[in-house]
């Protein structure tokens, strides 16, 4: 990345803001020189935090406000009273071409409300999505919607293939990546008629991916495809689960080796092996889900994150404005609404 990016961040959005969204951003400046930042929030709090880290400062403005988001607001509620949060600020930066992108620990359905409200939806593409990377044999896959849309119909999960294999092709460098859609089985005959409608739809798109068809929740581990579709409401039940299972099982292996002397002489035995397992599936390594399909960057971190999960956020918003993904994903939109195979799929289905 040569030219200099700005990314806008909200400040008082997390459950540790503004400290861990400052030290956050002190990481990601070693690792993104190029990177120039906007912070939202209260300048009281914000510039001593940020004077703690000079090289930070070099990049850094300050936008002020004393207005939040909190975390328990009602999306409507936001939208109506929260014009001068840090929150809306940092969404009016992209909108207005001050920001490339924006990332926020603050509120989810707020974020995405105002986010929908200010920058608008892609032609196209009906809904946004929310995608995440999620760790699997082989390497990483991309996961959406994970929540943003409870229901769907099948030319939304049409479109959220679209966008999960464009976000795959830009940011994971996929030259032509391999798309599922979650089902209850592998079997043509399987699942709900909404999603045998998009794999119809699907087996009609003439887009550089490749569509597998139907996958499992076990080939999610497996890195059976690179981009898992599914509704939202099925995608942040499998999320949480993932999430879940991670912490069971590090939490059994923590007891297991805690048992006796010869447990733990076997743990320090093996102390390099574990610190590279724990690396691999530590969840602050892939935080950082993506508002797909908006005319505009938008990264959600964990609320609860640290400096060093944070700092992954912004390195995803980061990777998709210096990949141009909002463009890359016009032009696939546009080519897709040239082809007549999949406008008659459509036509039948709806």
């Given at each position: 990345m040569s030219a200099r990016l700005t990314i806008a961040l909200d400040a008082m959005g997390g459950d540790h803001a503004p400290?861990?969204?400052i030290s956050g951003a002190a990481i990601a400046r070693r690792r993104f020189p190029q990177v120039d930042f906007l912070f939202f929030g209260d300048q009281a709090r914000i510039d001593p935090l940020i004077d703690e880290h000079p090289k930070l400062?070099?990049?850094s403005t300050v936008r002020h406000t004393d207005m939040a988001v909190s975390a328990h607001e009602r999306p409507s509620i936001a939208l109506r009273r929260g014009q001068k949060t840090s929150m809306q600020l940092a969404i009016n930066a992209v909108r207005d071409g001050e920001a490339a992108g924006l990332v926020s620990a603050g509120n989810t359905g707020a974020l995405m409300a105002m986010s929908k409200v200010t920058l608008k939806t892609l032609p196209g593409i009906d809904r946004p999505a929310i995608a995440a990377y999620v760790p699997t044999q082989v390497g990483e896959s991309v996961l959406l919607d994970l929540g943003a849309n409870v229901?769907?119909?099948?030319?939304?999960?049409?479109?959220?293939?679209?966008?999960?294999?464009?976000?795959?092709r830009t940011v994971l460098?996929?030259?032509?990546?391999?798309v599922g859609l979650l089902n209850v089985g592998a079997e043509?005959?399987?699942?709900?008629?909404?999603?045998?409608?998009?794999?119809?739809l699907?087996?009609?798109?003439?887009?550089?991916?490749?569509f597998h068809g139907f996958v499992e929740g076990d080939d999610i581990g497996t890195g059976a495809v690179d981009v898992f579709v599914v509704d939202g409401f099925?995608?942040?039940?499998?999320?949480?689960s993932i999430e879940g299972t991670v912490r069971l099982y590090t939490d059994f292996l923590r007891r297991s080796f805690r048992n006796s002397l010869v447990t733990k002489l076997s743990y320090l035995l093996a102390r390099g092996a574990f610190k590279q397992m724990r690396a691999r599936i530590d969840p602050r390594r892939y935080n950082g889900a993506t508002f797909l399909g908006l005319n505009g960057i938008v990264v959600k971190s964990h609320g609860?994150?640290?400096a060093f999960g944070f700092a992954n956020a912004i390195g995803v918003a980061v990777d998709m404005a210096a990949n141009g993904i909002i463009e890359f994903i016009m032009r696939e939109l546009e080519q897709s609404a040239e082809d007549p195979l999949l406008t008659s799929a459509q036509a039948a289905v709806s």
């Open positions: 400290e861990i969204v400062r070099r990049v229901e769907c119909d099948a030319n939304n999960l049409l479109q959220f293939g679209m966008l999960g294999a464009a976000f795959a460098g996929l030259k032509r990546p391999t043509e005959i399987k699942g709900r008629d909404m999603v045998k409608q998009a794999a119809t699907f087996r009609n798109v003439n887009l550089p991916f490749t099925t995608g942040n039940v499998v999320l949480k609860g994150a640290d």
